[in-house]
């Protein structure tokens, strides 16, 4: 009997590997608009990132502006799917600069995508930015999406080159969002804690060191954080969880009554709160 269990013990470690990275794997949605289909010039680029790697993306840049945006898309997302609320504030008068992660929208592949890949994007593409078009980096704000938005949050916790972050629909803790993935699997506990410590030691790091309601008690500059009241993929209490552990007095929650995780229609009806946010914290000129 002990015999049997260890055997299927062991088949069931191995498989572990395979599983986590097939079901945790992101889909791809390429880019098939542009800005001009909003009538903006921009200028298509390619970002070098980590590894090697190649970053898509698209620089909207503003008369005289020296604030510039940098906008990160959600899981299995796209730098277009973030069109709707960028255009806004492009329009207001911002630089924007979208870009792809890493195995996502037109971006070169990688081995996986995480968080902290997410996180490593960004950095770079705040990099590129200072380094090419340093008159449109006088200041730099990030608005990050669902995991783009943790990305964000744990990118401003450790560089000072961000002058304010907007995260939408950040969730609190990878850990929950892992366990909670695995749930309706019915997989014991034991198995699920297994399966949370590998995807630690895949991406390189413990889940309480990237979780954003751990990464925002690091970070100095101004927060707003946004949240749909009917987001069935992470509940409205995460972001409460995150505003809890905001040290700085300049953190503040925007509840979007009815909008889902993606519902970026019913955010855009509020752009007028996140320019006062920007025009208070990083101004466009």
Same mark, same amino acid.
């Given at each position: 009997?002990?015999?049997?269990?260890?055997?299927?013990?062991?088949?069931?470690?191995?498989?572990?590997?395979?599983?986590?990275?097939?079901?945790?794997? #992101?889909? =791809?949605?390429?880019?098939? %608009?542009?800005?001009?289909?909003? !009538?903006? +010039?921009?200028? /298509?680029? *390619?970002?070098?990132?980590?590894?090697?790697?190649?970053?898509?993306?698209?620089?909207?840049?503003?008369?005289?502006?020296?604030?510039?945006?940098?906008?990160?898309?959600?899981?299995?997302?796209?730098?277009?799917?973030?069109?709707?609320?960028?255009?806004?504030?492009?329009?207001?008068?911002?630089?924007?600069?979208?870009?792809?992660?890493?195995?996502?929208?037109?971006?070169?592949?990688?081995?996986?995508?995480?968080?902290?890949?997410?996180?490593?994007?960004?950095?770079?593409?705040?990099?590129?930015?200072?380094?090419?078009?340093?008159?449109? #980096?006088? =200041?730099?704000?990030?608005? %990050?999406?669902?995991?783009?938005? !943790?990305? +964000?949050?744990? /990118?401003? *916790?450790?560089?000072?080159?961000?002058?304010?972050?907007?995260?939408?629909?950040?969730?609190?803790?990878?850990?929950?969002?892992?366990?909670?993935?695995?749930?309706?699997?019915?997989?014991?506990?034991?198995?699920?804690?297994?399966?949370?410590?590998?995807?630690?030691?895949?991406?390189?790091?413990?889940?309480?060191?990237?979780?954003?309601?751990?990464?925002?008690?690091?970070?100095?500059?101004?927060?707003?954080?946004?949240?749909?009241?009917?987001?069935?993929?992470?509940?409205?209490?995460?972001?409460?969880?995150?505003?809890?552990?905001?040290? #700085?007095?300049?953190?503040?929650?925007?509840?979007?009554?009815?909008?889902?995780?993606?519902?970026?229609?019913?955010?855009?009806?509020?752009?007028?709160?996140?320019?006062?946010?920007?025009?208070?914290?990083?101004?466009?000129?």
């Amino acid at each position: 009997m002990f015999a049997t269990f260890s055997i299927i013990f062991a088949i069931t470690l191995a498989l572990i590997p395979a599983g986590v990275h097939l079901g945790f794997r #992101a889909p =791809r949605t390429r880019e098939t %608009g542009s800005p001009a289909d909003y !009538g903006l +010039a921009f200028e /298509e680029l *390619s970002i070098p990132t980590v590894r090697g790697r190649q970053l898509f993306g698209w620089l909207l840049p503003a008369p005289a502006a020296t604030c510039t945006i940098v906008v990160l898309h959600g899981w299995g997302s796209n730098a277009e799917l973030m069109l709707p609320l960028a255009v806004p504030l492009r329009r207001a008068g911002f630089n924007l600069l979208l870009c792809d992660s890493r195995s996502h929208g037109r971006s070169d592949a990688d081995s996986f995508s995480s968080l902290p890949r997410f996180a490593e994007d960004l950095g770079m593409a705040i990099l590129w930015l200072k380094a090419q078009h340093p008159h449109l #980096a006088d =200041r730099i704000a990030v608005l %990050g999406h669902s995991v783009g938005a !943790g990305a +964000a949050l744990f /990118e401003a *916790s450790r560089n000072a080159d961000i002058a304010a972050v907007i995260s939408i629909a950040a969730f609190a803790d990878p850990a929950q969002v892992t366990a909670g993935y695995l749930r309706p699997l019915h997989f014991p506990r034991l198995l699920i804690r297994l399966v949370c410590r590998y995807v630690e030691w895949v991406i390189g790091y413990r889940f309480a060191a990237i979780a954003p309601m751990n990464t925002v008690r690091s970070i100095a500059c101004p927060i707003l954080l946004v949240h749909g009241t009917a987001d069935r993929t992470v509940a409205v209490d995460d972001a409460h969880l995150i505003l809890t552990n905001c040290p #700085a007095p300049h953190a503040r929650l925007l509840e979007i009554d009815g909008a889902g995780h993606d519902s970026v229609d019913r955010i855009e009806q509020h752009v007028g709160e996140l320019l006062g946010f920007l025009e208070q914290h990083c101004p466009a000129r």
